[in-house]
């Protein structure tokens, strides 16, 4: 599994997304996923399925420190007390002593960002996480962040695929050194049916699904695929062995505009961008 460099983190260049995926169901995913290759698990603590993710670890006999698992901690409970207990929870839930990687889920403009980044940063020193990061921050955001961080933020974790324009947050990411992890990375579905992707792919001898993933891999951005079914599952690893040409980059970047996104925020919208 290739890696991707991000202050001081190596993460794995792709991952497995579980929402919505509950019961049996995660456990099978799970468990499947890492037996076929995949070493990066991103889960959270709203998707109430970390129970079932700790168990597919340990059904995969994958050794535990060989996977990167991401859990993170919702928009409700980013004051102290209620972040410890969301993460000591989390933990509890995935039977593990640490995870690789925690984030804040969303922010939240009725708890001062301090205090929320305060804590992210503490729990890592606590050990309870190997690295910290954010996912939905703005450019304004992660500028913040940034100057409060008193420990590394590895990555920020935002909806991006083919038919969105990400360029501005993921430029001011990357310009403080942070990954970039893409949510929806398949457009939830829209990349599949796309005829530009399909035709690019059918050149390749790839599913326009992976075309999709492989024009994010080639810009260096984690994808986090979300599937329960195995073959999907193979199909979205199987995207490091063909190379997407300038020009079909170049027309794949043609598909995004400004305000394609499939997720909203689950709170205040002025704190989406
Ligand atoms: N930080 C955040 O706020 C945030 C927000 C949203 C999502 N996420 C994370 O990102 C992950 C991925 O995003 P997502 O689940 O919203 O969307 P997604 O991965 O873009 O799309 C998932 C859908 O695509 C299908 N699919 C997967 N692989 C396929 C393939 N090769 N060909 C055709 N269809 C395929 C899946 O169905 P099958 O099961 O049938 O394959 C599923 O219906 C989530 O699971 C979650 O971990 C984070």
Same mark, same amino acid.
């Given at each position: 599994?290739?890696?991707?460099?991000? !202050?001081?983190?190596?993460?794995?260049?792709?991952?497995?997304?579980?929402?919505?995926?509950?019961?049996?169901?995660?456990?099978?995913?799970?468990?499947?996923?890492?037996?076929?290759?995949?070493?990066?698990?991103?889960?959270?603590?709203?998707?109430? !399925?970390?129970?079932?993710?700790?168990?597919?670890?340990?059904?995969?006999?994958? =050794?535990?420190?060989?996977?990167?698992?991401?859990?993170?901690?919702?928009?409700? $409970?980013? %004051?102290?007390?209620?972040?410890?207990?969301?993460?000591?929870?989390?933990?509890?839930?995935? %039977?593990?002593?640490?995870?690789?990687?925690?984030?804040?889920?969303? =922010?939240? %403009?009725?708890?001062?960002?301090?205090?929320?980044?305060?804590?992210?940063?503490? &729990?890592?020193?606590?050990?309870? &996480?190997?690295?910290?990061?954010?996912?939905?921050? &703005?450019?304004?955001?992660?500028?913040?962040?940034?100057?409060?961080?008193?420990?590394?933020?590895?990555?920020?974790?935002?909806?991006?695929?083919?038919?969105?324009?990400?360029?501005?947050?993921?430029?001011?990411?990357?310009?403080?050194?942070?990954?970039? &992890?893409?949510?929806?990375?398949?457009? $939830?579905?829209?990349?599949?049916?796309? *005829?530009?992707?399909?035709?690019?792919?059918?050149?390749?001898?790839?599913?326009? *699904?992976?075309?999709?993933?492989?024009?994010?891999?080639?810009?260096?951005?984690?994808?986090?695929?979300?599937?329960?079914?195995?073959?999907?599952?193979?199909? !979205?690893?199987?995207?490091?062995?063909?190379?997407?040409?300038?020009?079909?980059?170049?027309?794949?970047?043609?598909?995004?505009?400004? !305000?394609?996104?499939?997720?909203? =925020?689950?709170?205040?919208?002025?704190?989406?961008?």
């Amino acid at each position: 599994m290739q890696t991707i460099t991000a !202050n001081g983190a190596r993460i794995p260049a792709i991952g497995l997304g579980v929402m919505t995926l509950k019961e049996e169901i995660c456990v099978k995913a799970v468990d499947a996923a890492l037996r076929m290759g995949y070493r990066h698990i991103d889960t959270a603590q709203m998707y109430g !399925n970390e129970r079932e993710v700790g168990e597919g670890l340990r059904a995969s006999r994958v =050794p535990r420190e060989e996977v990167f698992v991401t859990t993170k901690v919702w928009h409700d $409970r980013l %004051k102290v007390g209620d972040f410890e207990r969301s993460v000591d929870d989390s933990l509890g839930r995935l %039977k593990l002593s640490n995870v690789d990687l925690l984030l804040i889920h969303w =922010p939240n %403009k009725d708890v001062p960002l301090k205090e929320t980044i305060d804590v992210l940063c503490k &729990t890592k020193r606590e050990g309870k &996480t190997r690295h910290v990061g954010v996912a939905n921050f &703005t450019v304004g955001l992660i500028e913040e962040a940034a100057k409060l961080a008193t420990e590394p933020l590895v990555t920020n974790q935002i909806e991006v695929h083919p038919f969105i324009d990400r360029s501005k947050v993921i430029a001011a990411s990357r310009r403080h050194g942070l990954a970039i &992890t893409a949510y929806c990375p398949i457009a $939830r579905g829209a990349a599949p049916g796309d *005829a530009v992707l399909a035709r690019i792919g059918a050149a390749h001898g790839k599913t326009p *699904a992976q075309v999709s993933l492989r024009y994010l891999v080639q810009q260096g951005i984690v994808p986090i695929p979300r599937s329960a079914d195995p073959k999907h599952l193979a199909d !979205n690893l199987a995207v490091f062995d063909f190379s997407l040409s300038e020009a079909e980059l170049a027309e794949i970047a043609r598909l995004a505009s400004a !305000n394609k996104r499939i997720v909203s =925020p689950p709170h205040a919208p002025q704190w989406d961008g």
